[in-house]
């Protein structure tokens, strides 16, 4: 039997779950699911990813929206719920959606003790799943974007140790937080901030116990150096990155105003689904009259509490401009010019070449 379903495997005709988005009709044949709402929550989720490039960062996005996602129960029913972390993850890692088939995903191992056999499972790398077919679902992502955004989770977990992965960018004084590697062993450096910010190389004192940090700097000279070299790279290009970063902003506004009207839709559907079941109900029989009157007003108080959220969320003003102004384009030319200390002129910028200007 085990070589019969893997036999099926090989040829990607073993009717495997599926994740919420895909559907199997009848013949066994895989569709996208045919609830429009549901298809464009789930692009939703992979779009903002590529924009944002943070799952954190996608689920704060859902959460101010006041979306749902679409999962489904034991039944096949699909239920929208709050997003969470976990379900977003597992969104952006499910290689369905990239319309892959995939078996051998995971590893299990028993263990044998005196509370009876234990098993557990483990999430195995790409590279070691036992059967990969490319092509066979209807697919959400192609492979190829697939393949970066698994790069991507990877990279937002930082491992100090391993110095695998930089890890996402947190809140502190250090611009080099999980970017800076040792010069002497090639670990990646940690953060201090107690007293003066420094940046430390801790891998030999962690793996040996009592041995000195292999580097122990100070960030604000390495920081420095590094802003220096930033602002004599700046240009009049970077003004066209910046516009096209708020094209993006206001392009994943737009989406994520269209699905909130999808949810609103949704709602008021509901809303009357509720309502005529209401109405077909027997009066006499207040039980059942009773039960259905509750659910409609449920569904009133979700209609309701969705339309308000909705124009409140019209009503926030905006943080920044769709489109440069002059005004702003000029300060972004002046970033990184400093004042001439001998002609009181802003013609100097904070490269070496800059002190020997200013030095003259």
Known sequence: M???????????ELALGLPTGLVRDEHGLVHKDPNLEVQDRISFVFEAFLRLRTAGQVLRVLNEGGLTLPRRDRFGDVLWKKPTISIVTSILKNPAYAGAFVYGRNSHTRTHGPQGTVVRTKRLEMEQWRILIKDKYPAYVDWETFERIQKMLKDNHAEYERNQTRGVPRSGKALLAGLLYCGECAHKMMVRYTGATRYLCTFSHQQYGNTPFCQNLPADPVDGAVLEAFFEALSPVELDLYEKAMAGREKMKDEAQHARQQQLERFRYQAELARRRFERADPDNRLVAAELERRWEGALR???????????????????????????K?????????????????TCSPSPSARLCCAA
């Open 302 to 328: 979700e209609l309701r509490q969705a339309e308000e959220s909705e124009v409140a969320d019209q009503h926030k003003d905006r943080s920044f401009p769709a489109e440069l102004t002059e005004e702003l």
């Open 2 to 12: 085990r070589a019969g379903i893997v036999n099926k495997a090989e040829r990607g």
């Open 330 to 346: 000029a300060t972004f030319k002046a970033i990184g010019q400093r004042d001439c200390p001998r002609s009181g002129m802003r």
